[in-house]
């Protein structure tokens, strides 16, 4: 969901589960000492890329989520210009 939020300086606010569930992944970079995380889903949505390493670092638990998330870290090969 997006609204625009007050009167006199407007700004646009994102709400939902999918802006939560990106938080609470972003905030597991420190933890696994990664620049980038993503999810399973993202993961399998995304084409093949040989520029491109993906490891994962497990099931997560996120707050608020029922289940477990497996993450990814991302990171380019050595062969990536």
Do not use: W
């Not at 007050?6 to 420190?30: Q, W």
């Not at 980038?36 to 995304?46: G, N, Q, V």
């Amino acid at each position: 969901m997006v609204a625009e939020v007050g009167h006199l300086k407007k700004e646009i606010a994102f709400h939902g589960d999918t802006i939560n569930i990106a938080a609470r992944i972003r905030s597991l970079c420190h933890q696994y000492n990664a620049d980038f995380i993503i999810s399973d889903s993202l993961h399998e949505a995304l084409p093949s890329d040989s520029r491109y390493q993906f490891e994962s670092l497990g099931f997560a638990e996120l707050k608020g989520k029922e289940h477990k998330v497996e993450i990814y870290s991302i990171s380019k090969t050595s062969n990536a210009g």
